[in-house]
């Protein structure tokens, strides 16, 4: 009897470590992609990176070399938007007040936060181009005087 105890008790142990690391990871991962537009580009640049040096076992010298690369791309990629921001908010705010005649007032004012909240990690896209248009204007500037 105390064989089938002990067993028992084992495969309940076991269970409930695997169930703890199964809702563990949902709440993880949940939590990440909700948060994810929050942490704004310079996290979306850092997990290109990442990616980069972990699918293609990069060297630090080769880490050293891509990540110019990658940061020109990602500004020039958002440049791009920007560029079109003007008709992208104005294709939003037709679709907004569309939307806003089907929806309660209180669904209303909820559409209103979301849109809040999609400026304003747009405006951490802007403050990161800015940015990131300054930092490489100073290591252009700094190779430009090495050649020199």
């Not at 949902?26 to 948060?35: I, S, T, V």
């Amino acid at each position: 009897m105390s064989r089938v105890k002990l067993w028992t008790g084992l495969i309940v142990l076991f269970s409930a470590g695997a169930l703890s690391g199964i809702a563990g990871m949902y709440f993880y991962h949940n939590y990440e992609w909700e948060h994810r537009g929050e942490r704004g580009p310079a996290a979306q640049h850092e997990r290109i990176m990442e990616r980069l040096t972990h699918e293609l076992s990069l060297t630090a010298t080769q880490r050293a070399d891509i990540g110019p690369i990658v940061t020109r791309t990602h500004r020039e990629i958002l440049e791009l938007r920007f560029a079109h921001q003007t008709e992208v908010d104005d294709i939003l705010s037709r679709g907004i007040s569309d939307l806003k005649k089907r929806l309660s007032t209180e669904q209303q004012a909820q559409l209103d936060e979301l849109y809040v909240r999609q400026q304003q990690r747009w405006q951490k896209s802007r403050e990161y181009l800015d940015g990131t248009r300054k930092h490489l204007s100073w290591v252009n500037l700094g190779r430009r005087v090495e050649k020199l």
